[in-house]
């Protein structure tokens, strides 16, 4: 049996590689707006970040965003994102709700 390959991506606060559903992706679009991204197929520069505001606080503390996105971006901006983060959290903690088998 062959088994289907899940892809994977980096989340650019730990490091971690994760399957994409795991992720939130941040995108940055043609018109230089940060967003995030739920659907995952929003056009422009993507990053990944784990579904957790840990993750994004970090990468806020680090600036991972700006490196991955290969661009500066404002701590007003890495404010406002923070807050949609938390929005969109629940909601992509519903969405994933199949798996749920983490080892700790
Ligand atoms: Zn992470």
Redesign the pocket.
């Known amino acids: 049996m062959k088994q289907r390959k899940i892809p994977l991506r980096k989340?650019v606060?730990?490091?971690?590689m994760?399957p994409k559903k795991e992720l939130i992706r941040v995108v940055k679009t043609p018109n230089d707006e940060l967003l995030i991204d739920l659907t995952g197929k929003k056009a422009g520069r993507g990053a990944y970040?784990?579904g957790?505001l840990s993750?994004f606080k970090?990468a806020k503390k680090s600036r991972a965003l700006d490196r991955a996105l290969k661009s500066s971006v404002s701590p007003d901006i890495y404010d406002a994102l923070e807050q949609d983060f938390i929005k969109v959290e629940d909601e992509f903690i519903a969405g994933k709700d199949a798996v749920d088998d983490e080892q700790e």
Do not use: G, H, Y
Request: charged share 10%.
């Open positions: 989340c606060a730990c490091q971690q994760m970040l784990c957790k993750c970090l």
